[in-house]
């Protein structure tokens, strides 16, 4: 059974970079197929798909969001990050890490999915 935890700091200022880790157990993060996505649902709204980093490597992000985002991982300890530059207070949201054995951009296909980080963007 895989399981996922998020980290991070919940309040970050306004044009800072947010970055937070989720560590994966349970599971390798090179196994082929599966995909390591980062997922948001701001406030009264739906999720929102960012983006993932597959098994070689490989990264894909939302074009909305890919000129401001960084995937990274470091497989050795079984985390993989999430960076997210230039924050604004639309940046407001919980802040998920989520996998499933495919690639999809869906976000509400995905089936594992960490506890979740609620970040605010504010001065």
């Known amino acids: 059974q895989v399981q996922l935890q998020e980290s991070g700091p919940g309040l970050v200022e306004p044009s800072q970079t947010l970055s937070l880790t989720c560590t994966v157990s349970g599971g390798s993060i090179t196994t082929n197929g599966i995909y390591w996505t980062w997922i948001r649902q701001p406030p009264g709204k739906g999720l929102e798909w960012i983006g993932n980093?597959?098994?070689?490597?490989?990264?894909d992000y939302s074009p909305s969001l890919k000129s401001r985002t960084s995937i990274s991982r470091d497989t050795s300890i079984k985390q993989f990050s999430l960076q997210l530059r230039s924050l604004s207070p639309e940046d407001t949201a919980w802040y998920y890490c989520?996998?499933?054995?495919?690639?999809?951009?869906?976000?509400?296909?995905?089936?594992?999915w960490g506890q979740g980080t609620q970040v605010t963007v504010s001065s």
């Open positions: 980093i597959g098994p070689s490597g490989s990264t």
């Open positions: 989520a996998t499933v054995g495919k690639y999809t951009r869906g976000p509400y296909e995905y089936v594992y």
